[in-house]
């Protein structure tokens, strides 16, 4: 703008230079036009050539009239460049002084995995410059089955476990018809160790309600209508029990059994109450938590 308003200026000069020829330009056609009009009264001159001059004078002082116009303009032309100058002036104040605010700051230590913007790109509020990931924490998404989901010991923040901060989501997956749950694993820093990073695939144990006082069989100790053959003085006893849970190859029973209770483990067919065994072996069932 600045070089701007110094051609504006040099037009300012020039002008008031032709102004100057075309004031005197104007002087000689008016007295030539008198000079005529003088001896036109006289007959001396036509008409014609009277005619001529004062076209001649009319036409020096219309040039003379745009250029004074121009003139007129130079001020006004300057004012606006100079209003326009102020205005971006003080939006660079602002950006500057914006610039001198704006800090990208990550409140943890991370690592960039992603940077979709390059350095001098111009980028604006709210745009995406890069994709970070804490290196001392990281987050596993696991699925829990329905089965299971009321095992979890919830709390305030989600489901208790070795990780912390562990949290659920607030329904199951529609899909694959489990509860996510999103557990945070402290993790390594760079350098020391074996850090956990995006992409790796882990296993998780998350600990469930504790209950006591419970035994754990093998699965096939375990009778059509969830009974089991106990021997007492060398004959069979058909008791029910009450299972709170299967997994695996195990089942808990929390009630039916009593601490020294003898289990048939292994017996070809169906056994009845009073019946006469010999047993060859025999272990007292296994007390433990789920």
């Given amino acids: 703008m600045d070089a701007e308003i110094i051609k504006i200026a040099q037009e300012r000069a020039n002008f008031k230079a032709s102004l100057a020829i075309i004031k005197e330009d104007q002087r000689l056609a008016k007295a030539e036009h008198d000079r005529n009009l003088s001896l036109s009264k006289r007959k001396v001159v036509s008409q ?69 913007v390059e350095a001098g790109q111009y980028v604006t509020a709210g745009m995406r410059l890069a994709r970070i990931y804490n290196v001392g924490i990281m987050e596993v998404e696991a699925h829990i089955p329905p089965r299971d989901v009321a095992w979890l010991h919830f709390d305030s923040q989600g489901p208790q476990g070795a990780a912390q901060n562990n949290s659920a989501r607030a329904q199951m997956e ?26 790796m695939f882990v296993s998780v144990d998350i600990i469930g309600k504790q209950v006591e006082g419970l035994f754990i069989l093998p699965r096939e100790t375990i009778r059509e209508n969830d009974v089991v053959y106990l021997v007492q003085g060398g004959k069979v006893v058909v008791k029910p029990v009450k299972i709170l849970r299967r997994t695996g190859n195990q089942v808990y029973v929390k009630e039916g059994l009593s601490q020294g209770d003898r289990i048939i483990t292994r017996f070809p067919g169906i056994a009845t109450n009073g019946m006469q065994v010999r047993v060859e072996t025999g272990d007292s069932p296994q007390r433990d938590k789920p």
């Fill in 174 to 199: 529609e899909r694959t018809r489990t509860l996510p749950v999103v557990v945070q694993i402290s993790n390594g820093r760079p350098g020391t160790g074996h850090p956990i990073m995006p992409g």
């Fill in 48 to 116: 014609t050539r009277l005619d001529q001059s004062r076209q001649q004078w009319l036409g020096s002082r219309t040039r003379g009239q745009e250029i004074e116009n121009a003139l007129a303009l130079i001020d006004p032309r300057i004012g606006l460049l100079k209003a326009q100058r102020n205005a971006v002036n003080a939006q660079l104040r602002e950006a500057r002084l914006a610039l001198e605010r704006t800090e990208i700051k990550v409140p943890f230590d991370c690592r960039v995995s992603e940077k979709p």
